[in-house]
């Protein structure tokens, strides 16, 4: 029924430290583990969502004997659509992202020169 990477409508049934517990549907729960929640740090994940509230989640991983997903709402738009956050989402982090290759290289040239 579910693949991994799909994006699945779910509803807030948990917190614990550790991460977040969702129901999908009547066969279905999930956890979204604390570090797949955000690529911030994370203080309390109960500044992610509140119980009952409907959010989406990537399924990363399935156990089918027990009906449970894995799940992460890192980069996505989990309050709205489930969609690919906008680069603007990546809590200030996008120009690090961006020039980080450039620099690699021209650290890699300068390690050549000597």
Same mark, same amino acid.
């Given at each position: ?61 399935? %156990? #089918?004997?027990? @009906? ?5 709402? *890192?980069?996505? /738009?989990?309050?709205?659509?489930? $969609?690919?956050? &906008? %680069? #603007?989402?990546? @809590? ?5 992202? *961006?020039?980080? /290759?450039?620099?690699?290289?021209? $650290?890699?040239? &300068?390690?050549?020169?000597?």
């Amino acid at each position: 029924m579910y693949k991994v990477n799909d994006i699945v409508k779910c509803t807030i049934s948990g917190f614990k430290d550790y991460g977040i517990f969702v129901s999908v549907d009547a066969d279905y729960d999930g956890l979204i583990h604390i570090s797949e929640i955000s690529e911030s740090f994370v203080r309390n994940v109960t500044d992610y969502g509140e119980m009952g509230e409907e959010i989406f989640a990537k399924i990363i991983g399935i %156990d #089918e004997k027990t @009906n449970q997903l894995k799940l992460s709402i *890192k980069n996505i /738009n989990y309050k709205v659509d489930g $969609k690919d956050a &906008d %680069d #603007e989402d990546l @809590n200030g982090f996008l120009p690090l992202k *961006k020039h980080l /290759n450039i620099w690699i290289n021209e $650290k890699v040239k &300068d390690i050549k020169r000597f």
